[in-house]
Each structure stands twice: as structure tokens, then as C-alpha cells.
């Protein structure tokens, strides 16, 4: 027994809806008899065959198989379909008594059902989305720092201290160093704090006779 999510007088159907892309679902029908009034239960020895189309025109047949009594046509099967409104009409063929082929609409000519596929992120935005981490924003932020940050440096006497003078104007940072000339060999290095500011730091002392360690 199934849950049927979609009700109609002439038809229960499940799965009516899935997303773009999505293999893993289906589309589950049951029909009533048009005379007695009870479900059909289709001949699994016939085959079966979804004829799909949209508002604008035909679109396609697909396989559909019987499972427990009810008709059921695979989303794995529909992947060609774009994100759109169809509907389908279940195709019949069987041989008859007399060894002829036929051919008829399940279960009855007029009967057909709607079904939709839905857009997925990736198809609405037509871009691959990605899992946004943490890193993502760091990333991120620094690039649009790094568009808004003006650096300019300047060589300082070798007896001046090392320092950074940090402004913000127009809707930019800017941020000045004054760095020592090569006293006996020093090397400095700007970086930022843990404050968030940029600052300079010694990073290497050299020697009286002008050489570097």
C-alpha cells in the first residue's frame, strides 16, 4: 500500500514533483477502472511506456514498469526534462488473442496525468554551488581589503625608529612605513597584530662590520 500525495477522481499518483537532477525518485500510479470504479491493476506481461510533453509540445517516451500494482516511472529515467510542468500518457502494448499488436492509451484514451520537475539551486542560478566555509569568507575579505588598501614606504635614517602611520580617507586604508635604513645590517618587517594594525618589527641584527647573520 502507498501513499498516494496527489489526489484525483480518476487517479492516485506519488513522487508528482522531484528537483532537477534528482536520479533517486519516482513517479508511483494507480488508475481507477472507468467502469467498476475499483483501481486497474495493469498486466505486468504487457509493456508499458510514459509519452511525455510539455505546454509547447511533445517531448519524449520513456520506460515505466509495473511494480505492486502500480505504474512507475523512474526520475533516473527523466533527466533529459528540463525544469518545467508535463504531462504524461501511459502507452499500453500487448499482443492479443489473436496474435495481433496493440497498441492503446492506460487505461482509458482520454487519461493522462500532470507531473513537474523542479529548478535545483545550481540549475536556477546556472552556476556550480560550492559549500561556503569559513575559509571561503577569510578568502574573501582579504581580497576585498587588499582592493581598498593603499601601502606606501618610506626610508627612514638608520637611527629613526621603525614605525606605521595608519589613515583611512575617500573609502580607503592607507597605510605609510618608515623603515631604517640597513642600520649595521638590521632587516625589518612589516606585519599585522593582533590589534588588526600593521606594524614593524626587527627581524634580523647585523653585525658592526656591516654584515648580515
Do not use: C
Amino acid at each position: 500500500m502507498h501513499f498516494f500525495d496527489h489526489p484525483h477522481p480518476e487517479y492516485r499518483i506519488v513522487g508528482h514533483a522531484f528537483k532537477y537532477g534528482d536520479t533517486t525518485r519516482e513517479i508511483r500510479l494507480r488508475f481507477l477502472n472507468p467502469h467498476q470504479r475499483i483501481y486497474s491493476v495493469p498486466d505486468d506481461a504487457h509493456t508499458f511506456k510514459a509519452k511525455v510533453a510539455n505546454g509547447e509540445a511533445y517531448v519524449g517516451e520513456f520506460p515505466a514498469n509495473i511494480d505492486g500494482g502500480d505504474i512507475v516511472v523512474k526520475s533516473a529515467d527523466l533527466t533529459s526534462l528540463a525544469p518545467d510542468e508535463y504531462r504524461m500518457e501511459i502507452l499500453e502494448e500487448y499482443t492479443d488473442d489473436n496474435g495481433k499488436k496493440q497498441t492503446r492509451i492506460y487505461p482509458s484514451p482520454h487519461m493522462y496525468v500532470h507531473f513537474k520537475v523542479e529548478e535545483s539551486v545550481a540549475n536556477a542560478s546556472d552556476e556550480y554551488v560550492k559549500k561556503v566555509t569559513f575559509q571561503d569568507v577569510v578568502d574573501e575579505a582579504v581580497k576585498q581589503a587588499g582592493m581598498n588598501l593603499e601601502i606606501t614606504a618610506k626610508s627612514v635614517a638608520s637611527n629613526e625608529e621603525a614605525s606605521v602611520t595608519q589613515t583611512y580617507s575617500n573609502g580607503k586604508s592607507h597605510a605609510e612605513f618608515l623603515i631604517p635604513r640597513g642600520k649595521n645590517g638590521q632587516t625589518w618587517q612589516p606585519y599585522i597584530n593582533e590589534d588588526g594594525n600593521w606594524h614593524v618589527k626587527l627581524i634580523q641584527e647585523g653585525k658592526l662590520d656591516g654584515t648580515r647573520n
